[in-house]
């Protein structure tokens, strides 16, 4: 072939490589999550330069990808091919970094956990220290966040969350159960009573929590059909605003039932309720491959045990057993007694 047909045969075949990630990665976020506002908050950047991005790839791929709706940014169909070519891109490069990071020679094995901010701030990691004494080379890192991880783009290696995924490629497993009943300080108990039963909470100040994988619509519909207004009195975004929200005597809430065990000064009121949750273990099978990431998985597994923390198991346990059942299995919140000391 001559010189000049092999150029020609190469222009042909060349392909356009020349994406700026961060235009693709950004992309990805508000297909996600639909609106600009969220996306450019979860980015930590103004809208205004999340959109550059967007405009950025839209004049790269010659295409409309969004279009501006009262639900909010809607892919087109030009957007939605993107998508798919960009998540694609997104789980390849993770896996080659997986494989760069374990080619490094003295370098340390890193795992990554998503996990429900609550179960991660109050119950998962005062439990590291065991963890990383057992397994001193492994650096672990744990994402807090309500919003489910992208476990098949290997956001995260695995996941604890309480909404099972949809996805049929992942290994889910059922960590064991979440039991929700009704909580108040000490100090509200004193001056404002408690609410005997769930009729009684709409005449108290409710605190409510906002964020993904916390049905709290569902849970108003069960115990009032008072106004959403007049039903809340506070509202927060992060479990641990919402602790320290009860703990301080700002109203009733609903809480887990080992927050008795953590925060001894709470009060179990409206007794007649109670809501299971389901905790699901959800990792991507290729993640599983790797030994650090087994060791980790076997690790939750432990610190959900039933056995050792019955109150994780299908059977419900009044919330004024936890402290004598803590105290028999040893110090399990003696380095962690967080509620107490917020208050």
């Not at 609550?118 to 492994?138: K, M, N």
């Not at 290994?171 to 005997?196: C, D, K, N």
């Not at 004024?320 to 110090?331: N, Q």
Request: net charge neutral; aromatic share 8%; charged share 25%.
């Amino acid at each position: 072939m001559s010189s000049k047909r092999a150029d020609v045969a190469h222009e042909r075949d060349h392909i356009d490589t020349a994406f700026n990630w961060d235009d693709v990665r950004l992309f990805l976020i508000l297909a996600r999550t639909g609106s600009l506002r969220r996306a450019a908050a979860e980015a930590a950047m103004s809208r205004s330069a999340l959109m550059r991005h967007i405009v950025h790839l839209e004049q790269r791929t010659n295409c409309v990808l969004f279009r501006r709706t009262k639900q909010g940014m809607v892919l087109t169909e030009e957007g939605e091919k993107v998508r798919t070519a960009g998540e694609a891109m997104l789980q390849q490069a993770r896996l080659l970094s997986h494989v760069s990071q374990r080619a490094k020679p003295g370098l340390r094995s890193t795992v990554k956990l998503g996990i429900t901010e609550g179960l991660g701030t109050f119950w998962l990691v005062p439990r590291i220290l065991d963890f990383s004494l057992a397994e001193p080379t492994v650096q672990v890192s744990i994402k807090c966040d309500m919003r489910p991880p992208d476990i098949e783009g290997l956001e995260v290696d695995f996941a604890v969350q309480l909404e099972r995924p949809a996805a049929s490629d992942l290994i889910v497993t059922r960590l064991g159960w979440l039991h929700i009943a009704f909580f108040a300080s000490e100090r509200y108990v004193r001056s404002y009573g408690a609410p005997e039963t769930r009729a009684d909470i709409a005449a108290h100040p409710f605190i409510e929590l906002v964020a993904n994988q916390i049905p709290s619509q569902a849970l108003q519909a069960d115990v009032t059909r008072e106004d959403h207004r007049a039903f809340v009195g506070l509202r927060v975004n992060t479990s641990s605003a919402q602790v320290l929200a009860v703990t301080s005597g700002a109203g009733v809430t609903a809480l887990p039932t080992y927050a008795r065990a953590l925060a001894p000064s709470l009060v179990h009121v409206a007794r007649d309720f109670h809501i299971p949750r389901d905790i699901w273990l959800v990792y991507h099978p290729r993640a599983a491959d790797l030994p650090h990431v087994r060791k980790a998985i076997e690790w939750v597994k432990r610190s959900f045990d039933p056995q050792r923390y019955p109150w994780f198991g299908e059977a419900y346990i009044e919330p004024d057993k936890m402290h004598l059942l803590a105290a028999e299995r040893g110090s399990l919140f003696s380095d962690f007694q967080a509620a107490e000391a917020f208050r």
